[in-house]
């Protein structure tokens, strides 16, 4: 059993609908209290966190703009979606004991920090998690691109996409029962087969930068920290 962290700065990066649990829309109590002991795993051994959350349980811009919506207009509603979700996580991983700060890319002084990247690294250093909220704050950009734009700003060394699945299959699990599950992949194969994993721009950017990221099950309790801790969980796509 490993509990020697390998990372010492990671961003994880959590679907909205993950949030809502079997509830089918909005947030699910005992899913957020579970997100947040998981985080604690980690911040116990040290790692510092900074996390950032969809918006898809409350607003989704993409499907909002498919009946009719302006997207811009959609996706800013989308950015607000993944505020709240942050406040609810940062309630939840405070009373955890984890100091936490939302920082968002969209203002709104009453509630977060605008996000600063200086600050940002000056909260992990001190032991602080950070929640990444409003994605990038431009519309036509999906909370997957924020997740691989914030985790090189601030020099993660790895991205943690947490899903409902156990890693990357070569097709839909829940469709096929036959997808073959893949242990290690390239960016450049994902983005030829076209694998749902991330959108293809946070794949694009992760690959241009060389930005490891691992897709793995957030609904195992222990995953998080046995990812961080080198075991081999998941998919890798570097």
């Known amino acids: 059993m490993l509990t020697q962290p390998k990372y010492k700065r990671v961003v994880l990066k959590l679907s909205g609908e993950a949030l809502m649990g079997d509830q089918g829309f909005g947030i699910s109590p005992d899913v957020i209290k579970y997100v947040a ?15 950032v959350v969809g918006g898809g349980n409350i607003f989704r ?36 004991g984890i100091p936490t700060r939302v920082q968002s890319a969209i203002t709104m002084n ?25 994605g990038t704050g431009n519309p036509y950009f999906t909370t997957d691109t924020g997740a691989v ?28 029962k036959d997808a073959k599950f893949i242990k290690k ?14 959108d293809m721009t946070a794949i694009s ?13 957030m609904m195992t309790p222990g995953n998080i920290k046995d990812v961080i801790c080198g075991q081999e969980i998941g998919t890798l796509i570097s």
């Open 37 to 51: 002991a998981e985080v604690r795993k980690i911040y116990d051994l040290g790692v510092e966190t900074a996390i």
């Open 61 to 96: 811009g993409v499907k909002a703009s498919s009946f009719g919506m302006d997207r811009a207009s959609a996706d800013h509603m989308g950015m607000l979606a993944t505020v709240i979700n942050s406040l609810a996580l940062q309630d939840a991983m405070e009373r955890n």
């Open 149 to 176: 734009l914030r985790a090189q700003e601030i020099h993660a060394e790895l991205l943690l996409k947490a899903t409902k699945v156990d890693g990357v299959y070569d097709s839909d699990p829940v469709k096929n």
């Open 185 to 198: 992949i390239s960016y450049m194969e994902v983005l030829e087969k076209q694998l749902q994993v991330m």
């Open 205 to 217: 950017l992760a690959m241009d930068n060389g930005l490891p990221l691992m897709v793995f099950d």
């Open 110 to 134: 009453e509630v977060a920090e605008p996000f600063i990247l200086r600050k940002a690294v000056r909260h992990l250093e001190k032991g602080r998690a950070v929640i990444f909220a409003a």
